[in-house]
C-alpha cells in the first residue's frame, strides 16, 4: 500500500506560479510512475505530467507545455510539480497518483491522493 498526500494548493493570480508537492508513506515510490492530474467542476479527471519511475522520462499534457514542470525526489519519497504562467483554466483539483504503468490514463493508477483545490484568478 502506498499512501499519498498532496500539498501547495492555493490562491494564485494569472500569471503566478505555485509548487505542488505529494508527499509518499507506507512503500518506497523509486519503483512507481508518478503523475499529477486535475479536475475541473464538471470535467473528467485528466493528466496534467507524469514521469516514470527512474526519472529519466517525463511526460506533459499539451495544456501546460512549457509551463510545468514535474519532478521527484526518491530518496525523501516526494513528487513534485512546478506551475508557472498559470492561467485560469489550470483551476481544479489536483490529485497526485501511482501506478505500475507509464501512461497518461487516469484509471490504470493504483493509488492516489485526496487532492488540493488550486485557483488561478483572472
Known amino acids: 500500500q502506498v499512501q499519498l498526500v498532496e500539498s501547495g494548493g492555493g490562491l494564485v493570480q494569472a500569471g503566478g506560479s505555485l509548487r505542488l508537492s505529494c508527499a509518499a508513506s507506507?512503500?518506497?515510490?523509486?519503483?512507481?510512475?508518478m503523475g499529477w492530474f486535475r479536475q475541473a467542476p464538471g470535467k473528467e479527471r485528466e493528466s496534467v505530467a507524469i514521469i516514470t519511475w527512474s526519472g529519466g522520462t517525463t511526460y506533459d499534457a499539451d495544456s501546460v507545455k512549457g509551463r510545468f514542470i514535474i519532478s521527484r525526489d526518491d530518496a525523501k519519497n516526494i513528487l513534485y510539480l512546478q506551475m508557472n504562467s498559470q492561467k485560469p483554466e489550470d483551476t481544479a483539483v489536483y490529485y497526485c497518483?501511482?501506478?505500475?504503468?507509464?501512461?497518461?490514463?487516469?484509471?490504470?493508477?493504483?493509488?492516489w491522493g485526496q487532492g488540493t483545490q488550486v485557483t488561478v484568478s483572472s
Open positions: 497518483a501511482a501506478g505500475q504503468i507509464a501512461t497518461m490514463t487516469p484509471r490504470l493508477y493504483d493509488y
Open positions: 507506507g512503500r518506497t515510490l523509486s519503483s512507481y510512475t
